[in-house]
């Protein structure tokens, strides 16, 4: 497997997304039905690795589309310490949508069991027609990729984000929050972030190819966002890690300036996700620290923000009329672009972790590809 499998990836979002608006549109009209009984309290978003950062970055979505709470949680966390929640609120007063590419990841399968069993309804998005997740949930959006192809997941995370906007609008027109005429633009202006996600993936590539070579020999690199960049931050960071064996993590922005500031390096790279939103004034102060610590900032962010922009030493330009809910559509390219270049900048092939390298070679050498080793759930094919 090698690094271009990602830009292979990116390339195929905006026929996917194109596709998937309608088709899945559709779907969900069925299953979410206007005259649905249930009258919902909250909705739980749960899955592992990308599944759960999609449930991270669409969580706002379900409070100002749906005017329902909303929480993003960890598979293992749902399943052993939250499920009294659900037992509490009673039969049919919460939604648990649980997301699993593969759709046989095992704690997914177990959560949604669990969840029925104490009165949720339950709803499994997944890439993979007629897997575990489709039977034992209530409900499945399956949204099959034609072409795809083993990789870090730039396409299945889409479906899952895609997927659980969609779901936030559909439960805004099923309350009557939202009109038919208002969910139909949002579910336009959804559509319309194709050709937004294409462009930017296009304006990215240089750059990032740029970033890669400067901080190829980083031993570990941070992304902070807050809101639905939170979920941007921690997929960039899981990029790098399974892409290019870079030690990389996700973090709250505000949670970064009480904690993660006072880490060495000084010079450690920075990924700052600032679209516009309600927290766009803490990423940059965020940023503006870091810079002023000598991190190395890349703002990632739209060229208005000129506070993020001028205190960063790179800057990748993002659109500047994106919706804060649908903003994770095309930051998420952020992390394909520049994982596949700084795999290539240091000689490594994806998901190679499961197999060390010898002592004597470092990590900007080619080491042999591992990549049919035996990985579980959302990690293997389809990813």
């Not at 959804?190 to 400067?214: F, V």
């Not at 804060?324 to 998901?351: D, K, M, N, T």
Request: hydrophobic share 45%; glycine share 8%; charged share 20%.
């Amino acid at each position: 497997m090698e690094p271009e499998v990602l830009l292979r990836q990116v390339s195929c979002l905006r026929e996917d997304l194109s596709a998937m608006v309608p088709a899945v549109s559709e779907r969900l009209a069925g299953i979410l039905a206007a005259d649905d009984p249930a009258d919902y309290e909250s909705v739980i978003l749960t899955g592992d690795g990308d599944s759960h950062h999609a449930g991270l970055a669409t969580a706002l979505a379900y409070e100002t589309f749906a005017g329902l709470t909303c929480d993003a949680i960890s598979a293992l966390e749902l399943l052993e310490y939250a499920t009294g929640r659900v037992e509490r609120a009673g039969p049919g007063r919460t939604l648990v949508i649980a997301a699993s590419a593969s759709g046989a990841t095992e704690r997914v399968v177990q959560v949604l069991e669990r969840a029925s069993k104490l009165g949720a309804r339950t709803l499994a998005i997944t890439a993979t027609p007629g897997s575990p997740v489709t039977r034992v949930a209530d409900d499945h959006v399956a949204f099959a990729l034609p072409g795809n192809e083993r990789s870090p997941g730039m396409r299945t995370y889409q479906v899952s984000v895609t997927t659980m906007l969609l779901a936030a609008i559909r439960l805004g027109e099923v309350r009557a929050r939202l009109d038919p005429a208002a969910a139909d633009r949002l579910r336009a202006e959804l559509s319309a972030s194709a050709d937004a996600i294409a462009d930017t993936a296009g304006m990215l590539s240089a750059p990032c190819q740029d970033i890669a070579e400067k901080i190829a020999p980083a031993s570990v690199v941070v992304a902070v966002g807050s809101g639905p960049s939170r979920g941007s931050a921690s997929f960039a960071a899981a990029k790098l890690v399974e892409a290019a064996g870079c030690f990389a993590i996700g973090q709250d922005a505000e949670e970064w300036c009480h904690v993660e500031r006072f880490a060495a390096p000084r010079d450690m790279p920075m990924l700052v996700f600032a679209p516009a939103g309600r927290a766009q004034w803490c990423a940059n102060a965020a940023g503006v620290r870091a810079s002023t610590l000598g991190r190395r900032v890349v703002a990632v962010t739209p060229a208005d923000n000129t506070e993020l922009v001028q205190a960063g030493w790179r800057h990748l330009p993002m659109p500047a009329t994106l919706r804060e809910e649908f903003s994770p559509l095309v930051y998420g390219v952020v992390g394909g672009v520049l994982a596949a270049h700084l795999a290539r900048a240091r000689g490594w092939i994806p998901f190679q972790g499961g197999a060390p390298a010898p002592v004597e070679q470092s990590v900007t050498q080619p080491i042999r590809d591992v990549s049919s080793s035996g990985r579980n759930g959302d990690h293997s094919s389809p990813s």
